[in-house]
T-cell receptor, first 111, second 113 residues
Framework: GQNIDQPTEMTATEGAIVQINCTYQ??????LFWYQQHAGEAPTFLSY????GLEEKGRFSSFLSRSKGYSYLLLKELQMKDSASYLC????????????FGSGTQLTVLP | DAGITQSPRHKVTETGTPVTLRCHQT?????MYWYRQDPGHGLRLIHY???????DKGEVSDGYSVSRSKTEDFLLTLESATSSQTSVYFC????????????FGPGTRLLVL
């Protein structure tokens, strides 16, 4: 089984930078995903990491350290529309492609 | 955006009645999944399918059954709905490959009274 932890809530100011952390424990790792979910909507894919290091995609970046069981999602130049829940999900090796999701971090961006 | 639709989008039903939710995709993806999302629990996998007529149980499968008779359709059935099955249900699809990102449908809000 897996255990995934991420903060429940975060608040940041428009234009700022925010880092959302995710820690996980797994017996075999085969990739980590970040999703964004606005209230009342479906999760949408943001990023994927399977090797250690930083993946950058516009204002969003995601980092992975497999040895530490740790990832973060970095959001730059925050906009009001970035207010959403951010979900960390881990795929375990040999798990037939199943993802285990954290409970999500609710980010509120203030003007 | 992946072509995934779910029906119905909203449903209110009574305890003990059967309910079937439908997921339809136009992407010809091999893998399909059903999740439920509840406050404090995040997304939890109910059942998934790795091909036509090939399905398997997820973390919270009790009280649910699924069927996949065509590549494009994945049905989730609550044989006898209970109030604990009140939730938002999401379907997801993915294709075989290195990354196999899952893409989600719009969701179905189910209320069991």
């Amino acid at each position: 089984g897996q255990n995934i932890d991420q903060p429940t809530e975060m608040t940041a100011t428009e234009g700022a930078i925010v880092q959302i952390n995710c820690t996980y424990q797994t017996s075999g790792f085969n990739g980590l995903f970040w999703y964004q979910q606005h209230a009342g909507e479906a999760p949408t894919f943001l990023s994927y990491n399977v090797l250690d290091g930083l993946e950058e995609k516009g204002r969003f970046s995601s980092f992975l350290s497999r040895s530490k069981g740790y990832s973060y999602l970095l959001l730059k130049e925050l906009q009001m529309k970035d207010s959403a829940s951010y979900l960390c999900a881990v795929r375990e090796a040999g798990s037939a492609r199943q993802l285990t999701f954290g409970s999500g971090t609710q980010l509120t961006v203030l003007p | 955006d992946a072509g995934i639709t779910q029906s119905p989008r909203h449903k209110v039903t009574e305890t003990g009645t059967p309910v079937t939710l439908r997921c339809h995709q136009t992407e010809n993806h091999r893998y399909m999944y059903w999740y439920r999302q509840d406050p404090g629990h995040g997304l939890r996998l109910i059942h998934y399918s790795y091909g036509v007529k090939d399905t398997d149980k997820g973390e919270v499968s009790d009280g649910y059954s699924v069927s996949r008779s065509k590549t494009e359709d994945f049905l989730l059935t609550l044989e006898s709905a209970t109030s604990s099955q009140t939730s938002v249900y999401f379907c997801a699809i993915s294709q075989r490959g290195r990354q196999e990102t899952q893409y989600f449908g719009p969701g179905t809000r189910l209320l069991v009274l």
